[in-house]
């Protein structure tokens, strides 16, 4: 079964289109699996007709195409596992749209001496926020974690901020506890989650760009370099690999996201908790999606994120955009409310008191219906 769609002729760098087929569960609807029922078995989800999937020692595990959403197929797509680095895919989802690239800054010591993988800061202010976040999807620096953090005005707001990020993105089945994915009780994602943290990070092209890079110039004390490579070892040796992460620790075990592009067509493929090494799993997994694409019956969807709550709509009047909250009317404007009143004490005016007293109980009917 060939499906084509207006959002598969997208390219990634154009921007991808985040779609919700009708088997896809609604942001206000708990009654089913987010991305669709059959999304909610704990084995292999896969269309009866498609072709067998490669072999894979990883507990989970989605492959997806990258430009309609649609789940290819899958392995206990929700199970709740350790994402270990992985985690750092939220992290710069979050955090890129929130700092200025530009800013240098200082790192604590507590940033200097996180355990794990490090790019190695030092406490000098001779880092721009650029440099951290190609350290943190290149390298994996924990240490570049907790300095973005930091520079996001500490660990609770960052944190904070990642949870709420995976709310909007209905990744409901992750939690962060630490910025850079060590390990921590009670901190979880899924392998459909991963898939739908990397398809939104790759709708930005500064998350494009540090997933990307193969190779680059790291700053030193003393206006020195050095340089930092990538640790994602299909990017440069799979055809079309775009990035994404990769991650691992000894109780979460391997995990990965990442995606290639071919043919104007991209495929996304994750896989968690996997013992051994999941490379050769990953290839296996991204040529399979390829030949399925198009081909075969979707198993489920990468959902779009939770929609902004739109303005409001008096009973018998227009519609009224009620100003954000961060933005107040400024010093000497009326607010909408404001103009409406006096239209209606204009027209009260000409027709007389009774129209008077009737447009000031109108008025403030209409300020309790908006809050006022």
């Not at 398809?199 to 790291?218: I, M, Q, S």
């Not at 991209?266 to 040529?287: P, Q």
């Amino acid at each position: 079964m060939k499906h084509v769609t207006a959002a598969s002729a997208l390219a990634l760098a154009g921007g991808l289109t985040l779609v919700t087929p009708a088997n896809a569960r609604a942001a206000h609807d708990d009654t089913s699996p987010i991305g669709g029922s059959m999304l909610g078995r704990h084995g292999v989800v896969l269309d009866a007709g498609a072709k067998p999937l490669p072999k894979t020692e990883s507990s989970a595990f989605v492959v997806a195409d990258g430009d309609t959403g649609e789940v290819l197929a899958a392995k206990d797509p929700h199970g709740r596992y350790l994402p270990a680095s992985t985690l750092k895919i939220l992290t710069a989802v979050t955090l890129i749209p929130r700092l200025n690239k530009n800013k240098t800054i200082k790192p604590s010591a507590e940033a200097c001496n996180v355990e794990g993988s490090a790019v190695g800061l030092t406490q000098h202010r001779i880092y721009k926020v650029d440099d951290l976040f190609r350290a943190l999807m290149m390298v994996s620096g924990n240490d570049a974690a907790v300095a973005l953090a930091e520079t996001n005005g500490g660990m609770a707001r960052t944190l904070a901020d990642m949870n709420a990020e995976a709310k909007r993105l209905q990744a409901l089945d992750t939690v962060a506890k630490t910025p850079n994915g060590l390990d921590k009780p009670g901190q979880s994602s899924s392998a459909y989650d991963l898939a739908l943290i990397a398809r939104a990070g790759l709708a930005n092209p500064d998350f494009r760009e540090y997933v990307g890079t193969k190779v680059a110039e790291f700053p030193a004390p003393a206006g020195k370099h050095y340089q930092i490579a990538n640790h994602n070892r299909l990017l440069g040796s799979y055809p079309g690999m775009i990035g994404v992460k990769n991650g691992w620790t000894t109780k979460a075990m391997g995990s990965f996201a990442g995606a290639a592009r071919r043919d104007g067509h991209t495929i996304i493929v994750t896989v968690m908790h996997n013992e051994g090494s999941f490379w050769g799993e990953v290839k296996d997994l991204l040529d399979w999606g390829f030949a399925a694409r198009g081909r075969v019956t979707p198993v489920g969807a990468l959902v779009g994120p939770v929609p902004k709550a739109r303005p409001t709509k008096p009973v018998g009047g227009p519609p009224v955009a009620a100003p954000a909250p961060s933005q107040p009317a400024a010093s000497g404007q009326d607010s909408p409310m404001v103009g409406a009143g006096a239209l209606v004490v204009a027209v009260g005016l000409l027709g007389g008191v009774a129209w008077l007293v009737y447009g000031v109980r109108r008025r403030s009917r209409l300020r309790r219906d908006e809050g006022a």
